[in-house]
């Protein structure tokens, strides 16, 4: 996708009919999040070209969800790695560890799901109520912990962001909100446009919880026989991706610009860009080294598949100029890149010397507290509240005082 052609979608986008129709798998929803997550597209921008055109009845359903997206921001910026755990409460009512298979190789028999889920390994998107109903599917009636789904799902989504997901998963899950999430075939048929019935979905809700395993916890016997499941066979499996191998390989199959300190001009600024910083607007038009920072410390806590690597490495090498490829941590490239750079001022006899280091610059977010540089804010629909607000309705109530 090239900058110029996602700002056009932007200035032609309309959102009178968002609030109405964005449960629907076709609603008016813009897809933008694999931009918006990947640092490419600024929220503040968007809003700006919205209100530029509409009035605040058009646009505030946009931007409610828009200040959903910034609140999750602000609940990891506040907990850390504390979003990988049960935030609020321990998940209840666990009888898998890991992600279940069904779920996995899209033979749920639910076929909203299935189809979204083909899909989804395809193009790396999922409508908002689709991942709703396959992460209450994985945790609620399937009763799997939700961190391995939650990983699956982030691994394979090319707007991945630790934040929306996994607290959205412990959302659904009902460790960070207040009840569990499930939904019934009528609630899928009615937001997916199908007519599916006689499945374990298709039933009242107080009887959902015991869809599919019996009240002592063994899987019903019509779904042994679905799934192909025999006796001590496992439901669930671990999830585990290797993106750093992932990322060589790529490197090596398309060529893309790998970091040659050569090419790098050390009198000069670095930029470190990262897969949540790729801003083709930042310091643009300005003489810096451009680095794309691929860390595999990073990478090994949440691992993204092939697609959504080649996906990230795209994006950056086709919007921001002479872009540079480094795999390693931030601590190796600046032990690469921190050379002393000899600054001579006067005239012969009076000729002062100055030793610098070169300017390195990047943006603040929590996968960046461990660099060392110049550190520049992100842009905020909200800036003025920062801390964490346990639940987004308390939150919003103040961000409702800076709407205009
Ligand atoms: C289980 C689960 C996992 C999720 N994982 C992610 C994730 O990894 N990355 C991610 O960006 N979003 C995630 N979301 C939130 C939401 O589903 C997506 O942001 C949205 O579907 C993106 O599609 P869109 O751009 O068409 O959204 P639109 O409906 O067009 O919304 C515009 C923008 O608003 C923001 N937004 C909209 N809805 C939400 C929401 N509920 N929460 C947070 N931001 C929102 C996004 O930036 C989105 O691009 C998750 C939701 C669930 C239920």
Not at 366 to 378: A, K, L, N
Request: charged letters at 20%; hydrophobic letters at 40%.
């Amino acid at each position: 996708m090239k900058y110029a052609v996602l700002l056009d979608q932007v200035k032609t986008y309309n959102p009178s009919t968002y609030h109405a129709t964005r449960n629907y798998t076709n609603g008016d929803v813009t897809a933008w999040s694999p931009y918006i997550s990947r640092g490419f597209l600024n929220p503040l921008l968007v809003m700006e070209a919205l209100k530029s055109k509409y009035n605040k009845q058009a646009w505030i359903g946009f931007m409610q969800q828009m200040a959903w997206r910034e609140y999750f921001q602000r609940v990891w910026q506040n907990k850390g790695d504390f979003i990988l755990e049960d935030l609020k409460s321990n998940q209840t009512d666990v009888l898998l560890k890991n992600l279940p298979i069904p779920i996995k190789e899209s033979r749920t028999g639910i076929d909203a799901i299935d189809v979204s889920i083909i899909q989804f390994y395809k193009d790396g998107y999922l409508h908002n109520h689709q991942r709703m109903y396959i992460s209450m599917l994985h945790s609620n009636i399937f009763k799997a912990a939700w961190l391995p789904g939650a990983q699956w799902m982030y691994a394979h989504l090319l707007d991945h962001d630790p934040a929306a997901n996994f607290l959205s998963w412990q959302w659904v899950a009902g460790t960070f909100s207040s009840k569990k999430y499930v939904a019934n075939q009528d609630n899928i048929n009615k937001y997916t446009n199908t007519k599916q019935t006689k499945t374990f979905l298709d039933t009242e809700y107080e009887n959902l919880p015991n869809a599919i395993f019996d009240s002592s916890g063994h899987l019903k016997p019509n779904l042994i026989a679905a799934w192909k499941q025999s006796e001590g066979q496992f439901l669930d499996q671990p999830f585990e991706l290797d993106t750093i191998q992932i990322v060589k390989k790529l490197i090596s199959k398309n060529e893309y610009p790998i970091f040659d300190l050569g090419r790098l001009d050390n009198t000069l600024p670095f930029c470190i860009y990262n897969s949540f910083n790729l801003d083709p607007l930042w310091h643009a038009g300005e003489k810096v080294n451009r680095i794309l920072l691929v860390e595999p410390g990073h990478y090994a806590k949440f691992p993204v598949a092939e697609n959504v690597m080649q996906f990230i490495i795209d994006l950056g090498v086709s919007n921001i100029p002479d872009l540079q490829i480094f795999v390693g941590s931030f601590e190796a490239l600046k032990n690469s890149i921190d050379k002393d750079v000899i600054e001579k001022m006067g005239s012969n006899e009076n000729t002062i010397i100055k030793i610098n280091k070169p300017l390195i610059y990047f943006k603040e977010h929590p996968t960046t507290i461990h660099y060392r540089g110049i550190q520049e804010e992100r842009d905020w629909l909200f800036p003025e509240i920062d801390g964490y607000y346990p639940s987004f309705f308390g939150y919003w109530k103040k961000c409702e005082r800076f709407l205009k």
